[in-house]
Antibody
Framework: EVQLVESGGGLVQPGGSLRLSCAAS????????MNWVRQAPGKGLEWVSY????????YYADSVKGRFTISRDNAKNSLYLQMNSLRAEDTAVYYC???????????????WGQGTLVTVSS | SYVLTQPPSVSVAPGQTARITCGGN??????VHWYQQKPGQAPVLVVY???DRPSGIPERFSGSNSGNTATLTISRVEAGDEADYYC????????????FGGGTKLTVL
């Protein structure tokens, strides 16, 4: 069974840092590209970042570029999001999500974690 | 940047058909994916590549995409279908970002 379990969320002051983790199991983690998606309280979904299976390709949303860093450790089946210079508007539930692959083509997020809440407030 | 527009809400009686639209410039040239999210839960993929269903998703869920509008259709709506629905595309022309629509709240009357 595919499982994605996020951790590392919590309360942090504006300007602070936090590192989120996503532990993957039930599939060959090193074969899949991964993403972080967030959802502010009462708001819609917002894609945050993408990392390819080998870490060779990385993309960020404009809203986090230069402040957040996505990474992965395939040996540990883990995905990470280092968040620096946090702002109140970064307050959200952060989900890790796996890219579905159909005949080698990425298409949709087929598995999601349960999310971890990040609250940026003084 | 690419923008996807969804109606904030759609209401339908049980047993009827719900149609949720997702508008975008020439969206018909992109692959559209749809997610269902119930309160307090993570999103679930219900339709991918415009009209394909993941295993375990009822046939009542279907999708179409043409021109400037993609549509998620839910036939024979049940109370358990009440949720927020989001469309999503991969905008390869804009720094490869993934784009979500604003979401539509489906209310079963």
């Amino acid at each position: 069974e595919v499982q994605l379990v996020e951790s590392g969320g919590g309360l942090v002051q504006p300007g602070g840092s936090l590192r989120l983790s996503c532990a993957a199991s039930g599939f060959t983690f090193s074969s899949y590209s991964m993403n972080w998606v967030r959802q502010a309280p009462g708001k819609g979904l917002e894609w945050v970042s993408y990392i390819s299976s080998s870490s060779s390709t990385i993309y960020y949303a404009d809203s986090v570029k230069g402040r957040f860093t996505i990474s992965r450790d395939n040996a540990k089946n883990s995905l990470y999001l280092q968040m620096n210079s946090l702002r109140a508007e970064d307050t959200a539930v952060y989900y890790c999500a796996r890219d579905q692959r159909i005949f080698g083509v990425v298409t949709g997020f087929d598995y999601w974690g349960q999310g971890t809440l990040v609250t940026v407030s003084s | 940047s690419y923008v996807l527009t969804q109606p904030p809400s759609v209401s339908v009686a049980p047993g009827q058909t719900a149609r949720i639209t997702c508008g975008g410039n020439n969206i018909g040239s992109k692959s559209v994916h749809w997610y269902q999210q119930k309160p307090g839960q993570a999103p679930v993929l219900v339709v991918y590549d415009d009209s394909d269903r993941p295993s375990g998703i009822p046939e009542r869920f279907s999708g179409s995409n043409s021109g400037n509008t993609a549509t998620l259709t839910i036939s024979r709506v049940e109370a358990g279908d009440e949720a927020d629905y989001y469309c999503q595309v991969w905008d390869s022309s804009s720094d490869h970002r993934r784009v979500f629509g604003g979401g539509t709240k489906l209310t079963v009357l």
